[in-house]
């Protein structure tokens, strides 16, 4: 049975990487911000709007207990969700979790690509989310770091190179 985690921070790429790697593995893929939005027929923005962070952090750990049940899959974290309440360590129970790490830059660069609305980083300027991004990654390193597996994808920045993302993660992992 096999089940991978990918954590890490806003535009990390774990949505794109993890979607890659269960095509590849022909493993299901579960994004945990769109399963909630699923479970919950309400967008992220949505429930962050209407229950504040708080709300949206019980139920977020409500749906990993969910879909981290599920066996022979990929699941790809919301940026956030190990580091509220004992998410990491549960996950670390579960499967295969793997730190997909990224420099502030490269994140920033990233977070301006695509069309995801990202409550935490709403109406902030180009300098305000470079500030942004360090502090919060500062405070949040201590739980990714709790992951068995470390992946840095500064190196692979373009679009092409998500397949060496891929085949790096399969290797580290052993898959
Ligand atoms: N290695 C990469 N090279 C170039 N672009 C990338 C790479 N990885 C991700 N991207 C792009 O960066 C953006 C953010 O990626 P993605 O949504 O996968 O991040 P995420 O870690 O899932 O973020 P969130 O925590 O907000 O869900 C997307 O537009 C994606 O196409
Ligand atoms: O980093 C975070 O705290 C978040 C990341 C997104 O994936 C969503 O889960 C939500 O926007 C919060
Ligand atoms: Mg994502």
């Not at 535009?11 to 269960?22: E, I, M, Q, R, S």
């Not at 992220?44 to 207990?65: C, N, S, W, Y």
């Not at 670390?92 to 502030?104: C, F, R, S």
Request: with cysteine; glycine share 8%; hydrophobic share 35%.
């Amino acid at each position: 049975m096999k089940r991978i985690i990918i954590i890490g921070y806003m535009g990390a790429g774990k949505t794109t990487v993890g979607k890659a790697l269960a095509k590849e593995l022909g493993l299901q893929f579960y994004d945990l911000d769109w399963y909630i939005e699923s479970r919950r027929h309400k967008t992220v923005p949505q429930i962050f709007a209407e229950t504040g962070e708080e709300g949206f952090r019980k139920i977020e750990h409500d749906m990993l207990h969910e879909v981290a049940e599920f066996e022979d899959v990929v699941i790809s974290c919301g940026g956030g969700t190990p580091c509220f309440f004992d998410n990491i360590d549960y996950m670390n129970g579960q499967g295969q979790v793997v730190y997909l790490k990224a420099e502030p830059e490269v994140l920033c660069k990233h977070l301006k690509m695509g069309k995801t609305e990202r409550p935490l980083l709403k109406g902030k300027s180009s300098d305000e989310l470079l500030t942004f991004i360090n502090e919060q990654l500062s405070r949040r390193t201590p739980f990714y770091e709790k992951a068995r597996y470390q992946l840095d994808v500064s190196l692979m920045d373009n679009y092409e190179k998500i397949k060496i993302s891929v085949s790096k993660l399969r290797e580290l992992v052993g898959i």
